[in-house]
């Protein structure tokens, strides 16, 4: 068969592997399918089969009937074309639904239909945002099913491309109509491009080609390059697929009178809404909501409308109560109309006054009756069901429904138009007794709002049905098609279809044996009757037409209007452009008193139709024009299209045509600079080497004599002294640096006892080859004695055997014993004291020992180690092993022996014997006086502040000798004393030479950071798990402000076109915690982090190699134990030779920030910016850039008169050199008369700066401030509650411009309880704060940082008058949050915030549960966040009064005892901008006129009760001089251009085109009508008139123009007449 194969290339691998379809399973299957687990071919109809063999060969849509099995017709073409799609090849196959529950349905059944890997996707998609997320996918799954939005999104921004789809399958294909705007009719005209060389093959099915009017198979064969296919032996297909019976009943309506009931009813319906339309006019309300709340109320009324005219009154009442039941958003859903986030309190008033004229007649009293006039009747009885209670509509289907109740197994659908009648009809139905055998519910399609109709719900009701637990569904068109819904008896169609497609589809429903499809047909309405006809043989001509068919489709490559990326092939189409700007403004910053959304406006002239695009005042753009086209969609597709250039082009959309925070790479990363918090990214370890400082690496050889070492003195004070220290000193191959010679270091000891030490710079020292020996021996000997002691309980302890220069010793230095010569006043090393430790018996061999031993003298003693001189014994170390402890011997006691008394009446004989089973051989020794050997401690950890100094007497014991080993003599307690502070102090060099290193580094590669010192540095490298008396914090607080501010004015000067909303992603993207790590590692700077406390046993130095030796092949077999998960990790790591250590990516993000807030505080803002450019982040920026702002706030001049300026500058206590700049920061985005722009951009500006200053402010106020004090501080202070309470004690909000009505109030209601609090000194909870109040602050201090051309010291002065009744801290109240789980962990409460949408609205519950507690509050608002905290408070102070405390000192406490310092500006050195341009023109020299850019803010009021007409008479043109005689009054209309001026439109419209605007703008119904001609043939004039229905006023009036030659004239006198008769009554103003 001759057909378009557009499947290119893709013809010939198809039919080289084609397979013999087997039907049935009888013929055999090759190797590879027989492998296979699942053959779909063995369930497959003869016509299946052949159908999908000619789908081989070419694009087909198959024809079918529903039941017919045209989904497996997709999965045997599926299972044909496996070799193409099957992993591990790259390309796919793509199913289509056009609904959500659809595309769950069709997946399933290709999962247990086949083997392939399906993947389903409907809705957003949320996890999959960018290329990498899809690349995923492609590469896991092999089918693909989705609805053809999300196709049509991925093939536009280039997520999927059209090349990798090897197979396209279009379910409920006829809705790819060529004029359409459907996914599927963009997807193929869009990227099915006969030029290409490689096409997918293109799969439609469908129960009905033909959708509706307009439609034909011709152009769905052309579109789709697919030829229609269906069944010809329809014998074969009616053993598979019955068809219904169709029947028509028909009913008559009730003859139409004054007094019929239900116009009665109707009129009422429509006098509550003139009532409710005529408040508006006394309201003061902004255009927008007016607009918004007169087409909500509109919609509502034409629901309740129909609602009384197809159920009756009962009906309609229960059409109420279900809209009363709902909030405003699913009321919307029921009524069809789209989210506007106005007011509903009218919509509010209409249903409440409508229920109570409904509630008189019809109250329900219980399910089987009603009280109808105060009666009740039964229900089960049918002179019960009459009018007006039951409509002849809902009689007939009442009628109908109990003939088929008794019949067995019946299941029954009935289909209606309106989700309010399904629901109502559902109701009504489960009421009547006489229809009790019907079990019925409604199903109506997923909402997102519709709570009574989620996904869950209709699975379960479907299920139901299925079951037989339901045998009646009044469903929506969401039951015509693709639904898996239990095949039916009775398909009942109680509102008509619309299409043939919805006729065919929905008599698919009913395919049981004798089953009925029924009609509810007006016998009156010829319409109606029109229809039924027509529906029959548009089918008939439909089968006909495909009967006759031509042999092959029209090739038609379709030239669809793009816009094509070249550097991605992104590419949008004008139909997608509407969308995609949709999207776009969507994206935008919004609040609930602002949703960005595009407007349309229509116009035509003499060159066609032409829309006006108007962009919410915050994007990007503005306001964009269409070309002439020839019909208002083509218009509005064009301008949307050139708008979506224009935004790409200035960087609002990216390379891959989405809105910024769309884009893949803004996606790849998230920002958690302002939070402790980490996710998955961030708190994830990495190992890393730490730095060893080159100063302590430098060895020296055994080659070397003499060996020269530098020589730095360790001095020693303690406070209070009460120890001895034996003087020591550090010696090193290399000199320190001149920052680390003179190191001090204070070290905290138990008791509040510190020991201040300092290193002295003491000359170079040279050491023979012995000495050098010795020095080594001597410290691998204390290090044993301190770190290791256990190596010395043995007999013999060998020194030096793993030499001293192996590769695990990373360090090389000695810490030796020194005296001070006296006379000569210098010190040297204490040989002596080496020498003699050295000699003591443990470090000799057996034989050597023996030479020493003496028999007992007198001057000797008896220890367990044989008999010692006395003068050894004493200052020496000996191991007790009965106790198995080394202690300090510290003398002889004389006068005590063994049988002194130990314990009350023990003596130390009977101690010993009893507790350690020894018995003394020489109890007449004289006693020991011992120490115990000291545990080596940590001591630069924080300590608890101890004002008083304490002395902490040394604790001794008496030891009998001969229990006692001597081990090393000479080594008395006070050479412990001084050891047990060395580590500490070697760890701190050890960090401090780091930190010269890193500081050294720097210096050179950027000049302005050579003031910053290294102990600054030191502390912006020490973290807080560190616990010394310094960390990173503080500083990091500091830095994260200044990069904030940094990096936001960097990018709101280089990016003018980019939203407040965007400006803060790319913000967030640079600064964010993952991006810092990034450029940190790659600057090498994790390794200059400390991030461990020190750990004394796992201090390693000269003498003592680290013993675990690490490689890239064993680093993770050693480490692992620490990076797995956060409970592994214990407080101190293993330690290798490679000196790696576990990093947070937070942590080295964290150190970036303190990094910057070290130079800020040692060399300032020009280091610190030298320091971010040497990282990798762009902070500089071109002076000509302010200037270019300030001069272009020029625009905002127009609104001068709006805004008091004087007065608002004298509030701020600035004035401004550029006005603009003051007006535009206090344009809220929603004031619409204007040509674009609001304080959004500056707000951004201001945030950022405010953040530093108020940031600098308490850093150097509070300067002994615990760093998360600090932290709460500021978050106390930079927040906008804080700002809107600025905002109100300077009145900012009497001077905003804007359009939203609800904004005003809310600000005004927050004022006026703000005002009430400060007044009467009480506390309670008031109205949400507005956010706009806040932005108001931060866009004034935006403003003020531009106009003075950043001038810090300016904003400086002006911030601390704003904030100073903030910073007074009088009411400190912190997060609640974190207060009320701070709280709940201290009792170990449970504690849980559950939160639930309802509307527009979220409602937050808190509640506390514990052994003796119970307690819940709730709190609702727009934002989940905000009702979290509210709640969270609520719940707190309930607790607080009942009177639950931590042990936590709080804030308030904290504040009134620190010490507070002078408020300083801290590290600003930058000079300040000139921006008094030379072209700045003076107010007084600007002709200023106020652009309004529509009527939008037009005002209605009430003129009179009375129809209006205005004649020819009455109104004379200036627009038409050459006619003016025939008008005879001396009043004008005013030209329509002067009307347009207003407008701020760039385009001359007609005054009929502006006379339609501002209708649709005001709800307003407009009809021209042409009303006389007059004159013979040749010269006939032709008169119009404008009727206009005003519903608000109560008031019809007609303008008749006057005549004219032609009728577009005639037509455009009279729309220019009811111009100017709505502007000069009141309806419109200025």
Partial sequence: MEGCDGGGSLIS????????????????????????????????????????????????????????????????????????????????????????PLVQQQAKVIQDDTDFKVGAYCGGSKRLKSHQDWEKEMEEYEVFVMTPQILLRNLCHCFIRMDSIALLIFDECHYAQLDSNHPYAEIMKVFYKLDRTKLPRIFGMTASPKLGKGSSIRTLESLLHAKVHYVEDRKELEKFVASPKFK????????????????????????????????????????????????????????????????????????????????????????????????????????????????????????????VDGVEADLSHNEALGEPLFSRKLLLLIDVLSTFRLQPNMKCIVFVNRIVIARALSYLIQTIKILSSWKSDFLVGVHSELRSMSRKTMHSILEKFRSGELNLLVATKVGEEGLDIQTCCLVIRFDLPETVSSFIQSRGRARMPQSEYAFLVDRGNPKEMYLVEKFEKDEEKMNDEIASERSHVEIVDFNETIYKVASTGATVSSGYSVLLLHHYCSKLPHDEYFHPKPEFFNFDDEQGTFCRLILPSNAAIHEITSSPQSSSEAAKKDACLKACKELHKLGALSEFLLPGQDDANEELVQDFSDSDSCDDETSRQELHEMLVPAALKEPWTDAEAPVCLHFYFINFSPKPVDRIYVKFGLFVKAPLPVEAERMELKLCLPRGRLVMTELVPSGVVKFDRDEILQAQNFQEMFLKVILDRSELIHDFASLGKNGFGDSSTSTFYLLLPVFLHESEKTLSVDWMLIKRCLSSPIFTTQEEAQVGVFPHLSSHLELANGPHNINDVINSLVYVPCKDRFFFISDVVAEENGYSLLKGSTNHIEHYIKVFGIHLLYPDQPLLKAKQLFCLDNLLRKRGNSAELREKEEHFIELPPEICQLKIIGFSKDIGSSLSLLPSIMHRLESLLVAIELKDRLSASFPEGAKVTAHRVLEALTTEKCNEQFSLERLEVLGD???????????????????????????????????????????????????????????????RPCSVLCSRETETAIHCSQGDSEKNVVDTEVRCNKSHQWLHKKTVADVVEALVGAFIVDSGFKAATAFLQWIGIQVDFQASLVSNICSASAIFLPLTARVDIAALETLLGYRFHHKGLLLQAFIHPSFSAHLGGCYQRLEFLGDAVLDYLITSYLFSVYPELKPGQLTDLRSLSVNNNSFANIAVHHSFHNFILCDSSSLCTSMDKYADFIGAVASQNVSRE??????????????????????????????????????????????????????????????GWDLKFVSQKKGGTFLVEAKVKGEDVCATTSSSNISRKAARRKAAGKLFGILKAQGYRTKTKPLEEVLKSSRKMEAKLIGYDEAAIDVTAPDAIPLHNLNLHEDSRSLCDAKVHPISEEPKKISPSSIRSTRHPHHSQDLQSNSTIGDSSDLDTETGSSCN???????????????????????????????????????????EASEEIEVFGGPRLRKKDAAEEAAEGALWYLKNSGHLHN
């Fill in 1326 to 1387: 008031g109205p949400s704060c507005p956010k706009a109040l806040g932005d108001l602050v931060e866009s004034s201090i935006g403003a003020i940082l531009l106009d003075a051309g950043f001038d810090l010291n300016c904003v400086w002065k002006i911030m601390l008058a704003f904030v100073d009744p903030v910073m007074s801290f009088s009411k400190l109240q912190l997060n609640p949050v974190r207060e009320l789980q701070e709280l709940s962990q201290f009792y």
């Fill in 248 to 371: 028509i009943y028909y009913y008559s309506r009730a003859v139409n009178s004054s007094s019929c009931p239900l116009e009665i009813y109707l009129r009422k319906l429509k006098d509550i809404k003139h009532q409710c339309l005529s408040t508006l006019s006394r309201k003061t309300i902004d255009h927008g909501s007016l607009k918004n709340m007169k087409k909500m109320l509109q919609r509502l009324h034409d629901n309740l409308i129909f609602c009384l005219e197809n159920l009756g009154l009962l009906g309609a009442f229960q059409a109420c109560k279900i809209l009363m039941r709902g909030d405003r958003s699913e009321r919307n859903e029921l009524i069809g109309a789209e989210e506007n986030g106005g007011d509903d309190s009218l919509c509010n008033r209409y249903i409440l006054q409508a229920a109570s004229v409904f509630d008189g007649i019809c109250t329900k009293v219980n399910s089987s009756s009603i009280r």
């Fill in 1549 to 1591: 419209k007609s005054a009929r085109s502006l006379l339609y605007e501002i209708c649709a703008e005001n709800c307003w119904k407009p009809s021209f009508e042409c009303c006389n001609e007059t004159g013979p043939g040749h010269l006939k004039e032709f008169t119009f008139k404008v009727s206009l229905n005003i519903e």
């Fill in 13 to 100: 691998p198809v039919t080289e592997h084609f397979s013999n379809l087997s039907v049935g399973g009888d013929e055999e299957s090759s190797a590879e399918e027989q492998r296979t687990e699942k053959d779909p071919r063995k369930i497959a109809r003869k016509y299946q089969a052949d159908l999908c063999k000619i789908a081989l060969e070419e694009n087909i849509i198959v024809y079918l009937e529903t039941g017919g099995g045209k989904t497996h017709i997709a999965v045997l073409l599926m299972h044909e074309m496996r070799h193409l799609i099957k992993k591990p090849l790259k390309e796919i196959c793509v199913f289509l639904a056009p609904t959500v």
């Fill in 1041 to 1103: 402000a200044f990069l904030k501010f940094a990096v936001g004015r960097h990018l709101f000067l280089l990016h003018d076109t980019l939203d407040e909303g965007q400006l803060t992603r790319k913000r967030s993207k640079l600064v964010n915690n993952s991006n810092l790590f990034k450029l940190a590692t790659k600057g090498k700077l994790q390794a200059y982090i400390r991030d461990q406390p020190f750990d004394p046993s796992q201090f390693f130095a000269l003498g």
